[in-house]
């Protein structure tokens, strides 16, 4: 399974941008998608993880209420729609896919096989 990410970019504050993650090799919906992010000199953290059918989907705290994790299994794609982002929402987005459901919670540790190469998303006026 391959993933690709795109949609990232410079955006002001208040604004928004869509992030999909598109896979080819497999099909997406025997998969959890999870979307991470990693700022400059931190650790990679969780945004939020959709599970197959998209029935359960975590989001983390920073992001409640703002984003929002969309599936599409038919194009094999995963979306993330962020609005009302803030400068701290800044960092590579990446998306990683685990075979099934994941185990224990949302964090990168439960994405161990497939990563995409990232996507930059800049939130500054």
């Known amino acids: 399974l391959q993933l690709v990410e795109s949609g990232g970019g410079l955006v002001q504050p208040g604004g928004s941008l869509r992030l999909s993650c598109a896979a080819s090799g497999g099909a997406l919906g025997w998969y959890s998608v999870g979307w991470f992010r990693q700022a400059p000199g931190k650790e990679r953290e969780a945004v939020s993880c959709?599970?197959?059918?998209?029935?359960?989907?975590y989001y983390a705290e920073p992001v409640k209420g703002r984003f929002n994790a969309t599936r599409d299994n038919a194009k094999n794609t995963v979306y993330l729609q962020m609005n009302r982002l803030k400068p701290e929402d800044t960092g590579n987005y990446y998306c990683?896919?685990?075979?099934?459901?994941?185990?224990?919670?949302?964090?990168?540790?439960?994405?161990?096989?497939?990563w995409g190469q990232g996507t930059q998303v800049t939130v500054s006026s």
């Open positions: 990683a896919a685990v075979f099934g459901y994941y185990e224990n919670k949302c964090a990168p540790s439960a994405f161990d096989t497939y």
């Open positions: 959709v599970t197959l059918l998209g029935e359960g989907t």
